[in-house]
């Protein structure tokens, strides 16, 4: 048994040329679940709601939430 916290949510800082897949796939090895990061952030930071946020071609610097990683904590 790991002695390891459970973390609920880690926030990521969107680096230049990340997508929401790649960091999906940095924190769950799986880019599909990309919605699961978007809908979390969607609904914690009022950025997102512009409508001109897309969700595969993100500036640098905003803040994603990430729920639940299981991987890339490093």
């Keep these: 048994m790991s002695n390891a916290p ?3 949510q880690v926030e ?3 680096k230049p040329g990340e997508t929401l897949c790649t960091i999906a796939l940095r924190y769950y090895g799986d880019e599909s ?3 699961d990061i978007y809908k979390v952030t969607m609904m914690q930071q009022e950025l997102l709601q512009q409508e001109d946020f ?3 071609n993100m500036p640098a610097g ?5 729920p639940y990683p299981t991987q890339g904590l490093d």
């Design 12 to 14: 990521h800082t969107v």
């Design 33 to 35: 679940r990309w919605r």
């Design 6 to 8: 459970i973390l609920y």
């Design 54 to 56: 897309e969700p595969h």
């Design 62 to 66: 905003i803040v994603v939430v990430v």
